[in-house]
């Protein structure tokens, strides 16, 4: 298969540095990753060739930032996860809410789009704590007992959910929930470009919000392409031992 039939998020799993390219064109190659590459460049209006030229140019730089966690445990993976992007959610959140409320009062009379991303900001924040909450409380620690069980040749943990498919769709329901809360954000400023009348809180709030969705990319990318289908896999191969 060539690389432009590819889906997006398998060209992410088997070459991480590609991602960063994928974000600098605003191809989503987590929750919308099984599109072919050429059908998601033509989506965008993007040309095919400039954007395999960046891909090619992204393999061939040993990009040692983008780590690849495909030979992680899932384990691993969740520390990573929890440490890394659960940590920047909860840390960077109220900071955003703190800039979107003031630049909603000062410039939302004049760019009424501002009031709309402080009030999407709210609904954000309220569904990805909660979202945290619940994987952290009941999604990650089944994930992990299901892997020591395997390593100590034990037996399935028990669920209170039936099977571990039920709460990941719902986890891969909200990534998509908050994913379309972000595009919406991105599309009412125009690409978070700043108006000419904008106030250093108002340019860092969007700069804020492009970083924050380039980071929800990256972690739904974790979830939604590695842990949960790996997760999947185990509890299967674990249900059919019994």
Do not use: N, W
């Given at each position: 298969m060539t690389l432009?039939?590819?889906?997006?998020?398998?060209i992410a799993l088997e070459?991480?540095?590609t991602i960063r390219v994928f974000?600098?064109?605003?191809?989503?190659?987590?929750?919308?990753?099984n599109r072919p590459l050429a059908a998601a460049c033509a989506e965008k209006g993007l040309d095919l060739q400039t954007v395999l030229t960046a891909l090619a140019a992204a393999t061939g730089a040993n990009d040692g930032a983008a780590k690849d966690f495909s030979k992680a445990t899932l384990?691993?993976?969740?520390?990573?996860?929890?440490?890394?992007?659960?940590?920047?959610?909860?840390?960077?959140?109220?900071?955003?809410?703190s800039m979107a409320e003031k630049v909603a009062r000062k410039h939302g009379p004049v760019h009424p789009e501002f009031?709309?991303?402080?009030?999407?900001?709210?609904?954000?924040?309220?569904?990805?704590?909660?979202?945290?909450e619940k994987e952290e409380a009941i999604l990650f620690p089944y994930i992990v007992a299901?892997?020591?069980s395997r390593t100590n040749a034990g037996s399935a943990p028990h669920a209170c959910f039936g099977t571990v498919g039920s709460p990941i769709q719902m986890m891969i329901n909200e990534h998509e929930a908050a994913g379309a809360l972000l595009e919406n954000m991105r599309t009412s400023t125009q690409g978070f470009t700043p108006p000419s009348d904008a106030c250093p809180t108002l340019?860092?709030?969007?700069?804020?919000?492009?970083?924050?969705?380039?980071?929800?990319h990256r972690h739904v990318h974790l979830e939604n392409n590695l842990l949960f289908p790996q997760a999947i896999a185990l509890e299967s191969e674990m249900l059919a031992a019994r």
């Open positions: 432009f039939d590819s889906t997006l998020r398998s070459q991480p540095a974000e600098s064109f605003h191809l989503d190659y987590c929750c919308g990753g384990t691993e993976l969740i520390r990573h996860i929890v440490e890394t992007h659960h940590a920047y959610v909860r840390d960077e959140l109220p900071r955003l809410l009031t709309q991303v402080e009030r999407q900001l709210q609904q954000l924040a309220g569904e990805l704590t909660a979202h945290l299901m892997e020591a340019v860092g709030l969007l700069h804020g919000v492009d970083a924050f969705e380039k980071d929800l």
